[in-house]
Structure formats: structure tokens, C-alpha cells
């Protein structure tokens, strides 16, 4: 028994270094792939090591494409997932502290409406709001992209009304007591209270955001406001040589925020994520 459970821990550790390895092997064969050249990365696409090693596709990926260097587009790209993510946060919130805290008629009628639009696929509305905004001419703009996260994200609302349940209701009725509003308490009170699930709300939204290619796509005309994600598609053309070395230097590039945020805010995805399902 003993010797099993001094065998146990190093199995366990191979076994989880070898499951971490298969899930990260796309991004470090990606890695190695933007010091390759072009025309030899898929020849050599069982070696992971490149023969030589090709420095300049990182350069050649920052000047960018379509007259415009990559730090433009990442700027594009800020510019809307701040935005964004600002809406989402705030308007999800608000929003949930009317499910979480006001009595209203209809409430767990509007409440089940909203929860049914998770199940809706994103294709089906795709059509509709495309005619909309093409009717309030907000064609090649980030205004269709922006404007609809200021309305609240169903995943957002569902998890801080979870979070807003599990603060005791005394607070709203000293608070009240004392002359509080509505609007104050859910600003001084419970805005502060549910600050993990605020914070998780901006982490995903940040990466939905920075990763969308269907929303600019369909919306941003001009390759002056491209975003990340459609730079990186510009670097491939079907009519002559992409550039697929400067192509993936510039996804390694691109994916840089992403992991930064992970890590300075991965104990609040941690804390958001394991604490939604309850309730007071």
C-alpha cells in the first residue's frame, strides 16, 4: 500500500504534464511554425523544431497588411473590447439586480425568456439585426458591434443574479432604512458585493471579443478599422503566395493579451466560475 502511494504521485504527474502537453501541442506547433518559411511549413509539419530558423516573419508581420502595420489593427481591436466589455459589464449587471432584487410582475416569466436565449443559436439573428443595422446605416462602423452589449448578456445576467442571491437581503432593508434608493443600493451596495462575478464578466468578454471575426466581418467594410482577427486573415490570399510564416507570428503576437489577462485575473475566473451555482 505504501509503495502505491509513493508510486501514485509521480504517475499522476506524468500523466497530467502528458494531458497538458496534447492540449498545449497547437499553440507551440504554431510557436514554431512562425520561424519557419512559408512555403516549408506544411511540407515539414510532423517536425515540430524548425531546420532554420526565420526571425524576419515577425518583422514582416508587424508592418502589416493593406497599407497599415499590425499595431493599427490591434489598436482597432482594443478600442472595441474595451468598449464592450464596459457595456456588458455594466448593463448585465443592472439588469441582474433587477431579477436578483426587485419584485416586479412577471419576473420569473421574463427571467425564463431571457435564460431561453442561451439556447438560441447566433446564426438565427444574424439576418434580422444585419437589415437592422443597415437601416440606421451603421455599416462599416463598430457601432453594430458595440451598441448590442450595452442591452445585457444573458450568461453575464444568469451568473451575477446567482452571485446576488447569496447576499443576505438584511443589507437591502438596513440600507433602505437608512434612506437608500434603488439605484443607490445597487450602487453602493451590491455593486462592491459582487465584484468576482463583475470581474469575470469583463474576463469573458474580453475574449469573446478580441477572438470575434463574424461581427467585423460582416460589419466593417474599410481596412482602416480591420481588427486583430481580420488582419490576421488578410496575411492569406487565394490568388497568390500567403504569407503563412508572418501569419502566425502574428497569432503568437495577438495572443499575448489574452494570456496576460488569464494570468493576473485567473483567481477571479476561478472564484466566479466555482460560486455561481449558489444560492442564498
Known amino acids: 500500500m505504501r509503495t502505491w502511494k509513493a508510486a501514485k504521485w509521480p504517475v499522476y504527474h506524468v500523466f497530467v504534464a502528458a494531458l497538458a502537453f496534447l492540449m498545449l501541442y497547437p499553440v507551440l506547433w504554431m510557436l514554431f511554425s512562425s520561424f519557419k518559411e512559408s512555403r516549408t511549413i506544411f511540407v515539414t509539419a510532423n517536425r515540430l523544431i524548425p531546420d532554420s530558423w526565420i526571425w524576419s516573419n515577425y518583422a514582416a508581420g508587424w508592418a502589416g497588411t493593406a497599407g497599415y502595420p499590425f499595431w493599427h489593427y490591434i489598436g482597432n481591436s482594443m478600442v472595441i473590447v474595451v468598449i464592450s466589455t464596459i457595456g456588458a459589464v455594466l448593463s448585465s449587471s443592472l439588469i441582474a439586480f433587477g431579477f436578483g432584487r426587485l419584485k416586479f410582475r412577471g419576473r420569473g416569466l ?28 451603421w455599416l462599416n462602423t463598430i457601432l453594430p458591434i458595440v451598441v448590442p452589449t450595452f442591452f445585457g448578456m444573458p450568461f453575464f445576467i444568469f451568473l451575477m443574479v446567482q452571485f446576488i442571491r447569496t447576499i443576505p437581503k438584511e443589507l437591502d432593508e438596513a440600507a433602505t432604512i437608512d434612506g437608500c434608493g434603488k439605484f443607490r443600493l445597487y450602487l453602493q451596495i451590491i455593486m462592491p458585493l459582487i465584484k468576482s462575478s463583475l470581474a469575470t464578466a469583463a474576463i469573458f468578454s474580453f475574449y469573446w471579443r478580441w477572438e470575434d471575426l463574424l461581427g467585423p466581418v460582416l460589419y466593417l467594410n474599410s481596412p482602416e478599422k480591420y481588427t486583430v482577427s481580420m488582419a490576421l486573415k488578410m496575411f492569406l490570399d487565394s490568388e497568390s503566395a500567403s504569407n503563412w510564416g508572418a501569419m502566425f507570428a502574428m497569432s503568437i503576437v495577438s495572443l499575448v493579451p489574452v494570456v496576460m489577462v488569464f494570468f493576473i485575473f485567473q483567481k477571479q475566473i476561478v472564484q466566479g466560475m466555482s460560486t455561481s451555482g449558489l444560492k442564498g
Do not use: E, N, R, S
Open 110 to 137: 421574463w427571467f425564463a425568456l431571457m435564460m431561453m436565449t442561451l439556447m438560441l443559436p447566433h446564426d438565427v439573428v444574424l439576418v434580422p439585426q444585419y437589415i437592422i443595422f443597415t437601416k440606421l446605416g
